[in-house]
Structures are given as C-alpha cells and as structure tokens.
C-alpha cells in the first residue's frame, strides 16, 4: 500500500510569490491534515479536510489556505510568501476524523528568499 | 506557559536501559495524547496514543497518563541505538479537536551502545 505523497518535496520561491503544495492521501483516507514544522517553532497544525471540507484550522494567517478534491487528494496555497514562512511542510492523512491512525508523508521543504 | 512543554534534552540513555521522556501541558481540558518519534531529516510516525489516566503498553514502550498532574510520559524499556530520535508529544486540546494536533517541541533522545 502505498504511503502518503507530497510534491514537490523542493521549493525555492521570493518573497511575494505565492506557491501551491500537493498531498496524496494513502488510498481510502479521507482526512488530510497540514502542518508546518521550522527549528523555532516546532510542528504547528494549519488545518485539516475531511470529504472536501475544512474540519479545523490552526492559528495561521490568510494567506494560508487549502482544499480537499473529491478523490482525497488535497493542496495548500501560501500567497505573498515572507521569509518566515521557510519550513518543511507535511501533509498527514488519516481514514477517518480522528487522530490515532495518521501517517505523515516525506514534506515539502520550502525556502523563501 | 507553553501548552505543551517538553525538555529538547538531549537525553542520554545507555543501550539497555530504560529512557523515560516527559511532557506536561496546560490545557487541563485536552483529552487524547499521542507520542511521535522523528528520525533526523524524517517525518513524524505514530508511536502510541493514550485517553485514560494510568499506563498503556505497546511492546517495549509504556504511555503514562495523568491527568490531575497534567503529564504524559512515555517509557521505552530495552533501549536500543535505533531508538536514537526526536519523540514529539501532541495533543488535542479541550476545544474538541477544533484546534487539530497540538505538538512539543519534542525530545532528543541517544542512546549510547
């Protein structure tokens, strides 16, 4: 069975740029939830869908935003990039809502400059 | 206070031994705990969850839960040097999971053959 996959797992973007990252959920999971980790802050939930809906969303600004398509496959779009949005981003699926069968998949490391 | 605080450590345990990581959090209506282990360049994997008070065993590794002292700790026995990672401790707060996944800035944990 396949794992949870990101693309693309590299990204060099400047400042105002926007940038949209991608999640494939393992085959029958209907949650993905997304995440930021950096050095400072840790792992910081942004938020989560379930059948193409945002269930829950973190404390992060608007310019973070996601969906959810019918088949579980999910993107986060980060419009005008700053410099403290370099991170690796992880995208995590699960069956169902809950949190106790989640996988992660490999990331996306972005880098702002 | 933090919300969920952990010591970065590193913690040192010899091979063989017991390593006992620690989590407290301030959230006295948080209600399910999950324990992460993050290989260096990784992405977080699922070791245990645990929901009521006491212990939860899983192989070498024993969840503790004590809610009136608002600690979670997790116990690895036999320790091996392929146990060497970060363990993160997470949570979902008493807001119902609004919030999603609430993490430590987790533990470093070596151990030394």
């Known amino acids: 069975k396949a794992g949870v996959t990101q693309t693309p797992r590299y990204l060099i973007k400047t400042r105002g740029q926007q940038v949209t990252l991608s999640c494939s959920p393992i085959?029958?999971?209907?949650?993905v939830s997304w995440y930021q980790q950096t050095p400072g802050q840790g792992l910081q939930f942004l938020f989560e869908?379930?059948?193409?809906?945002?269930?829950n969303k973190g404390n992060f600004p608007g310019r973070f935003s996601g969906r959810q398509f019918s088949n579980s496959r999910s993107e986060m779009n980060v419009s005008t990039l700053e410099l403290g949005d370099s991170a690796l981003y992880l995208c995590?699926?699960?069956?169902?809502?809950?949190?106790?069968?989640?996988?992660f998949g490999p990331g996306t490391r972005l880098t702002v400059l | 206070q933090k919300e969920v605080e952990q010591n970065s450590g590193p913690l040192s345990v010899p091979e063989g031994a017991i390593a006992s990581l620690n989590c407290t959090y301030s959230?006295?209506?948080?209600?399910?705990f999950f324990w992460y282990r993050q290989y260096s360049g990784k992405s977080p994997e699922l070791i245990m969850f645990?929901?009521?008070?006491g212990d939860k065993e899983d192989g070498r590794f024993t969840a503790q839960l004590n809610k009136a002292s608002q600690y979670v700790s997790l116990l690895i026995r036999d320790s091996q040097p392929s146990d060497s990672a970060t363990y993160l401790c997470?949570?979902?707060?008493?807001?119902?999971?609004?919030?999603?996944?609430?993490f430590g800035k987790g533990t470093h944990l070596i151990i030394q053959p």
């Open positions: 995590a699926s699960s069956l169902g809502t809950g949190y106790n069968e989640q996988f």
């Open positions: 997470a949570l979902l707060r008493g807001s119902g999971g609004a919030d999603g996944l609430t």
């Open positions: 645990i929901y009521s008070n």
């Open positions: 869908y379930f059948s193409e809906t945002q269930r």
């Open positions: 085959s029958g999971h209907r949650s």
């Open positions: 959230d006295r209506g948080s209600q399910s």
